[in-house]
């Protein structure tokens, strides 16, 4: 199998697992019971604490566990609007992962107000339209640090500091940075970050929230005092033992993604750029993950593109989400202005440390023909200029 789908979930080192292991078996203990069987459990759970906030360069008491990404995200807005009940409205975007989509149409039924901010055709916000957004009654900014779907980066350091001029939160989703990015959680200036342990190459089902020192927090998930009283529930020790262990490797992978997997992920898209007539790159070119890059090819449907591959035993998403049935065109590259056909014809390829010159190379030998073969048996249709 050759994996293209890292944003998607990544391969659980196999470091990871070991550290992993005996939280499972024997070291079953709860890390809240008072005997020594519990105590190790506890203590390794602060040690996997004091490795992720190294990675997030912040303190360990700034962390709190949490069961996914998804999780973190819904804490961080309920926490701001819990916390001040007079400020009914937010501030997001419209390519944000459904974690805060979802949740944000959710609110704006049960009476908030959210206002949507839009983006240009590189998938970038406009920062004075920002600005204009925030109101006396803001109760937090929510924006993506990296697209899941593109890779395009926001300006997460201005944005804190325009959030910080005007006294509103500011929380940023940064699922998809660990082991891409730098993260210095202090400098960047952010309220709050998310993060999720299987995107960078830990296990699913364990997330965190960053909160910065001295922000007012309200509980999301209520109920046991685990996380110093911030949420409720069992902690899962395994999990977040592996998350320890997955953050030091996010912080070495570093090097080896903003050079070797960089290459890779240009000599891919330049590639194909270069040899399927009719394909376009989706989103900034610079401002960008260093592993992604999300194409549309003229006159073909992704999901025919994908099947095909997978018959190679290559994997990779389209930005599309398949929703009761019907296939809905991506939000994400609607909202960047993209035709129906177009959005429908994009493939996101998303390599990791794993991947390497060989796999891509079966790619590109097998991706022309394909499309060829796809082509022709489907209308042509200008994608370019279609609007739809
Ligand atoms: C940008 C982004 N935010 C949030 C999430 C949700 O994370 P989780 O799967 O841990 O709930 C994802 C996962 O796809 C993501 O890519």
């Known amino acids: 199998m050759i994996y293209f789908d890292n944003n998607a979930t990544t391969q659980v080192d196999p470091s990871v697992l070991e550290a992993m292991l005996p939280f499972l078996r024997e070291q079953y203990g709860n890390p809240s019971s008072v005997y020594s069987f519990g105590k190790h ?5 602060r040690k996997a604490r004091e490795q992720v906030a190294d990675l997030l360069k912040c303190e ?7 069961s996914c990404g998804t999780e973190s995200n819904n804490t961080a807005i309920q926490s701001a609007l819990l916390l001040d009940p007079d400020r009914k409205h937010l501030v997001t975007s419209k390519v944000e992962h459904s974690a805060i989509i979802k949740h944000g149409e959710s609110l704006a039924r049960r009476g908030y107000e959210v206002t949507w901010l839009d ?6 916000i406009d920062l004075d339209a920002l600005q204009e957004a925030i109101r006396d009654d803001t109760a937090i ?4 640090w990296a697209n899941n779907e593109t890779g395009v980066l926001f300006p997460i350091e201005e944005i804190a500091a325009i959030c910080r001029s005007k006294h509103v939160l500011f929380h940023t989703d940064a699922v998809q940075v ?3 990015l730098k993260i210095d959680a202090k400098a960047l200036g952010v309220d709050f970050l998310s993060l999720s342990a299987h995107k960078l190459h830990g296990p699913k089902g364990v997330g965190l929230l960053y909160v910065k020192r001295g922000i007012k927090y309200q509980p999301y998930i209520i109920g046991g005092g685990q996380e110093q009283g911030r949420r409720g529930g069992t902690e899962n020790v395994a999990g977040i033992v592996g998350f320890g262990r997955a953050a030091e490797l996010a912080m070495a992978h570093l090097k080896d993604e903003n050079t070797r997997v960089r290459a890779l992920r240009d000599r891919l898209e330049n ?3 270069n040899a399927v007539s009719g394909v376009v790159r989706n989103g900034a070119r610079d401002e960008r993950l260093p592993n992604t890059s999300n194409l549309s090819f003229e006159g073909v449907e992704a999901e025919g593109i994908l099947l095909l591959l997978d018959e190679l035993g290559i994997c990779a998403s ?6 009761s049935g019907s296939l809905d065109p991506s939000h994400v590259l609607i909202a960047m202005g993209c035709s129906v056909a177009r959005a429908r014809g994009s493939i996101r390829f998303s390599l990791g440390i794993y991947n390497t010159e060989s796999e891509v190379d ?10 060829s073969r796809l082509r022709a048996n489907s209308r042509p249709q200008n994608l370019l200029t279609a609007k739809s």
């Open 41 to 45: 459990a506890a203590n390794a759970v």
């Open 60 to 66: 360990a008491s700034e962390i709190i566990f949490t």
């Open 119 to 124: 983006v240009n055709s590189d998938g970038l």
């Open 141 to 144: 900014v929510s924006l993506m």
């Open 178 to 180: 660990p082991g891409k």
């Open 271 to 273: 590639r194909i750029l």
């Open 318 to 323: 389209s930005g599309s989400a398949c929703t």
């Open 362 to 371: 079966f790619l590109l030998k097998n991706l022309p023909s394909i499309v």
